[in-house]
């Protein structure tokens, strides 16, 4: 009779469990843009700490990461530095386009090594002669560079100033080249000028002369770990993560502003 009470309880406990007994919840592997290392590293510390599973990152340019989910590179969640690299992907049927979502937004940052005395108050000062060298994300591929060129065009400079850029891999290599004087300014997200005790910000773009820049994300369409990728991303659309988004600048997309339809 014991060894049945035993049995009984052994069973009603495997019952309520959500996991099998002992296993550990699933690992997600997430590709996000390069942009997004420090933010979420600090939010996917806090979501293992609360025994929500683990998370492995690939960090990378947003167009990079395109081409290796395109190629079948293992992923299950996402997070692009824009619309045209999450775009790639969905085309491909490697993301399902059902569960996109604009994640996050940032604004564009034109920066100087700090110290060197260089007054950057609007893109004008851009111009100026002594500005030889502007490092700029690659605005054939790298999204920041895109939202650069589209900057440079509304203010009607792009055509000017074109001789002057430098383009780059990633944004952080942006930001290193003003950092390190190898640039004499940069055009790069706020979030990363935010992260550097090395460059001063001249001044941020706004207004009608600045691009809308958006994050989006999307779940892989065959992920064997879809539940896992799905708690995730609600956790980063979580109000916890959001504070830690917001310490690093990152601002929330308006409600407005909904993913686009499947093209």
Excluded: C
Excluded at 137 to 144: C, K, R, S
């Amino acid at each position: 009779m014991f060894r049945v009470g035993a049995f009984l309880v052994t069973v009603l406990v495997g019952l309520v469990s959500d996991t099998p007994r002992g296993e550990p919840p699933e690992t997600i592997t997430v590709s996000a843009a390069v942009s997004l290392t420090d933010a979420l590293e600090e939010v996917a510390k806090a979501y293992r700490a609360a025994g929500n599973g683990e998370v492995r990152f690939n960090f990378g340019p947003s167009n990079m990461l395109a081409r290796q989910i395109v190629n079948g590179a293992p992923v299950d969640l996402f997070i692009s530095a824009d619309d045209a690299q999450m775009d790639v992907a969905v085309a491909s049927g490697a993301m399902d386009p059902a569960t996109r979502v604009n994640l996050l937004s940032t604004r564009l940052a034109v920066v100087a090594r700090r110290g060197s005395g260089r007054r950057l108050r609007d893109w004008r000062d851009l111009e100026d002669p002594s500005i030889r060298r502007i490092a700029v994300g690659d605005p054939a591929a790298v999204p920041a560079g895109v939202y650069a060129k589209e900057f440079l065009q509304r203010v009607g400079a792009w055509d000017r100033l074109r001789p002057r850029l430098v383009p780059v891999s990633t944004v952080r290599a942006a930001l290193a080249a003003a950092a390190n004087g190898s640039a004499d300014a940069a055009v790069v997200y706020e979030t990363d000028a935010a992260g550097s005790q090395s460059v001063e910000v001249g001044f941020i773009v706004s207004g009608p002369q600045a691009p809308t820049i958006v994050y989006p994300a999307a779940i892989a369409t065959h992920t064997p770990n879809r539940a896992a990728a799905e708690r995730f991303l609600k956790y980063l659309r979580g109000s916890e993560a959001r504070s830690v988004f917001a310490r690093f600048k990152f601002l929330i997309p308006h409600p407005a502003l909904p993913a686009p339809a499947p093209r």
